[in-house]
Structures are given as C-alpha cells and as structure tokens.
T-cell receptor, first 118, second 108 residues
Framework: DAMVIQNPRYQVTQFGKPVTLSCSQT?????MYWYQQKSSQAPKLLFH???????NEADTPDNFQSRRPNTSFCFLDIRSPGLGDAAMYLC?????????????????FGPGTRLTVL | AQRVTQPEKLLSVFKGAPVELKCNYS??????LFWYVQYSRQRLQLLLRHISRESIKGFTADLNKGETSFHLKKPFAQEEDSAMYYC??????????FGGGTRLMVKP
C-alpha cells in the first residue's frame, strides 16, 4: 500500500538533546509537510517542501530545522528541545504544491510521532 | 490572515440523531474548505472537500460564503462516526489552516 510512514512512533528525549524525526513516503508526491500538534489543539504547519524548495512558516522557531535528501524522505530536526516542544509531529504529503494548476489537493498524513521531552 | 474556528470541542449525540459540526472561517480571498477526520488509533484523513460537492459516509457540507461557514452534517449518526473532526482551509497555496477540532461521540 502506498503510504506515509513515520519513525519512530514514540520518541523520548532529554531537555536540550538534539532529536531527529523521520518521514518517508511511497506516494511519490512532490510536496511534504511537517505539522506540530499539541494536546487538544489543531495541527500547526511548521514548514513544507515543494520538491527541494524549502518553505518555512513565519512563526516556526529557529530550533526546528528540516532536511529532504530525496523525494521519499524528509526529516525534522529539533536542535535543542524544550519542554514546550513536547507534541505530536505529523508528516503529510500532497501531489502538487505552489505551481500552477489545481492546488486544492488532498494531504495524506502519516501516523505521527509523539515526542516527550524529559 | 486566515482563521478557522470550530466552536464545539465536544459534541455528543445518540445513534440515529442528526448531527451538525460547526465550522466558521475568516479569509479575504476565495477559500477551499475541507473536513478531515481522525478515527481512534488511525491517521488523519480527508473526509470531504467543498469543491467536490459530494456526500461521504452520509456526511455533507455546504460552503456558505455569506455566513463564512462550512458546517458538516449527517441526518442519522452512527456509532462508527465517533471520531475527531477537523475543518481546514486551503488558501490556494496548498497550505492548510486547521480548526481546533470537534470530538464527536455517538452513543448507542
């Protein structure tokens, strides 16, 4: 089944210790997104890639970085996790992005990685 | 800036009762609205989009530009409809702004 995979499903890290979350997709979509979802809140977009073109949301903290080495993989790096970064992190993909044509495309979500910061 | 509001965090109904999950938005342009659903222990997934004007699992949603609303409705709720529902707005850049979500509980 074509899908969006996130590893690990649960990640525990220590305050200030860098952590990397990974996402892979078999859908061959050119857009990949990272969302942060805190308890009882809406998913909040952190950044997205349109192919290799990285787009950061204006209010995403500098502590959050991302890498996309190829179409299939995308990583979320948190350089110095704080207690406030504990959340569910969702990866999503979409078949089109900012370029022309219909941009109203479905986003396909992974199961998420729940990050705990001790 | 766009904003999506779901005023009810929790909606509880009995099986067979009608259900309406409210969604209001603010956006200066012409938005595309979606409803996403997350069933227990499953990933977030698309339920329906306004541009398709379709009924999915008995749910419909009509975009009312005058009231800036996109309420989700179903005439007869089923227990399997119990889930978290998110209204989302796409501002034509394929970027979604989500509402805070409504948890629907359908009691037997």
């Amino acid at each position: 089944d074509a899908m969006v995979i996130q590893n690990p499903r649960y990640q525990v890290t220590q305050f200030g210790k860098p952590v990397t979350l990974s996402c892979s997709q078999t859908l061959n979509h050119n857009v990949m997104y990272w969302y942060q979802q805190k308890s009882s809140q809406a998913p909040k977009l952190l950044f997205h890639y349109y192919d290799k073109d990285f787009n950061n949301e204006a209010d995403t903290p500098d502590n959050f970085q991302s890498r996309r080495p190829n179409t299939s993989f995308c990583f979320l790096d948190i350089r110095s996790p704080g207690l406030g970064d504990a959340a569910m992190y969702l990866c999503a993909t979409s078949p089109t992005g900012l370029a022309g044509g219909s941009s109203y495309n479905e986003q396909f979500f992974g199961p998420g990685t729940r990050l705990t910061v001790l | 800036a766009q904003r999506v509001t779901q005023p009810e965090k929790l909606l509880s109904v009995f099986k067979g009762a009608p259900v309406e999950l409210k969604c209001n938005y603010s956006y200066s342009g012409s938005p595309e609205l979606f409803w996403y659903v997350q069933y227990s222990r499953q990933r977030l997934q698309l339920l329906l989009r306004h541009i398709s004007r379709e009924s999915i699992k008995g749910f419909t949603a009509d975009l009312n530009k005058g009231e800036t609303s996109f309420h989700l409705k179903k005439p007869f709720a089923q227990e399997e409809d119990s889930a978290m529902y998110y209204c989302a707005l796409d501002n034509a850049g394929n970027m979604l702004t989500f509402g805070g979500g409504t948890r629907l509980m359908v009691k037997p």
